[in-house]
């Protein structure tokens, strides 16, 4: 299903980009990703529609699923908003955390303000590269480029993002924790 591929990129590029500074600040950030791709970003409007129209209950178990992996949804016009808990120990390791086990950072270089990262997944094979760009402690901007292969046909997809800085306190929404080994 494309778009659980493409949920699971976005989810992977919103818990990478945040992590990969040590000037950004910890607390609550939301990310917003837009996939440069209009069949996905139809994909991803009809999905949020589809929460939206969820019974309360099914909804709540979701958005709770989504919380156990440190990720809050919230509205978008466009693209994937995600709210997610930056802990001052997750900044100052300057170190990724991604979701899946099985996805390894292959490099990552910082020149001046602006941060590049590469990275591979085998299941599905996926491969990416970013650009992050730190405004301040407080925003960034981001490019991500991310082949991989769908349906045994292979796929190239770009996305732009932004992070903003909400405050320190994260509320109810938990840190993202690196996978267990």
């Known amino acids: 299903m494309r778009i659980r591929t493409a949920f699971a990129v976005a989810a992977l590029a919103a818990a990478c980009l945040p992590a990969t500074a040590q000037t950004l600040k910890p607390g609550l950030w939301e990310i917003h990703n837009k996939m440069n791709n209009p069949e996905l970003d139809q994909a991803m409007k009809e999905m949020h529609k ?3 129209a969820m019974p309360p209950e099914q909804r709540k178990q979701m958005e709770a699923m989504m919380a156990r992996q440190g990720v809050k949804m919230v509205p978008s016009g466009q693209g994937m908003a995600v709210q997610m808990c930056m802990t001052r ?8 955390p991604l979701e899946k086990s099985d996805c390894k950072i292959t490099s990552q270089s910082r020149s001046g303000n602006t941060v590049k990262m590469a990275y591979s997944c085998p299941n599905p094979p996926t491969t990416g590269e970013s650009h992050i760009t730190m405004a301040s402690p407080e925003a960034y901007t981001s490019r991500m480029t991310v082949k991989s292969v769908v349906d045994g046909k292979a796929e190239t997809m770009t996305m732009e993002g932004r992070g903003k800085w909400l405050q320190a306190d994260c509320g109810n929404v938990q840190p993202v924790m690196p996978p267990k080994k």
Request: proline content about 0%.
């Open 89 to 96: 120990e997750m900044v100052e390791r300057n170190e990724i």
């Open 50 to 52: 589809q929460m939206a």
